[in-house]
């Protein structure tokens, strides 16, 4: 194919962009093309990070305390989804320390850094339903609010925010 007058052929542009990546591989995550403010955007994932480490603490205290008749079917339950949160706090933390911040993993102040409550429940039903709310609460707020606010500002954090985190 060839380059028309006033068109640069593929290769130079190729070319600009190797160099650029180049020039700007000492700001690790943060591209030229960034969009967002990066501490707004280490500030929310903070308070993801804080909601994804109360919902994992909340579902293992759960598959702790589940009893009753049905219990071993949804303590199992409980176990599988405390493990899915921390698979999903550990994405936030590593796009954190990526972004060039520090995960807060104090469990000093982290209650008031999550966007979900720690609420056991007293029973299987009051803990299910502790936990569908926890869910809403986390997909709505962490993820849906989150990946509407990087739509036009970050692709890679909101491809972690919408990946493998909604219920």
């Known amino acids: 194919m060839k380059a028309t007058k ?3 052929p593929f290769l130079s542009d190729v070319e ?11 700001d690790g995550a943060i591209t030229p093309a960034y969009h967002a403010d990066v501490k707004q955007t280490i500030d929310i994932l903070q308070s993801v990070l ?3 480490i109360v919902c994992v603490l909340r579902y293992t205290m759960n598959a702790v305390a589940a009893t009753g008749i049905s219990s071993d079917s949804v303590k199992k339950e409980f176990d599988e989804h405390a ?6 706090a ?5 796009r954190i320390n990526q972004l ?22 007293g029973n299987l039903v009051e803990m299910i339903r502790e936990n569908l709310i926890a869910e809403r609460i986390a997909c709505a707020v ?10 036009e500002r970050r692709y890679a954090t909101r491809a972690m925010a919408s990946t493998d985190n909604q219920a």
């Open 6 to 8: 006033n068109e640069q």
């Open 83 to 88: 493990k899915e949160e921390q698979e999903h």
């Open 142 to 151: 962490s993820y849906t609010h989150l990946s509407r606010w990087l739509t």
């Open 50 to 52: 804080a909601t994804e």
């Open 90 to 94: 550990r994405k936030v933390a590593e």
């Open 16 to 26: 600009e962009l190797r160099s650029r990546a180049r020039a700007s591989i000492k």
């Open 100 to 121: 060039g911040g520090k995960p807060n993993f104090n469990p000093e102040g982290l209650a008031s850094r999550s966007a979900s409550q720690y609420v056991e429940g």
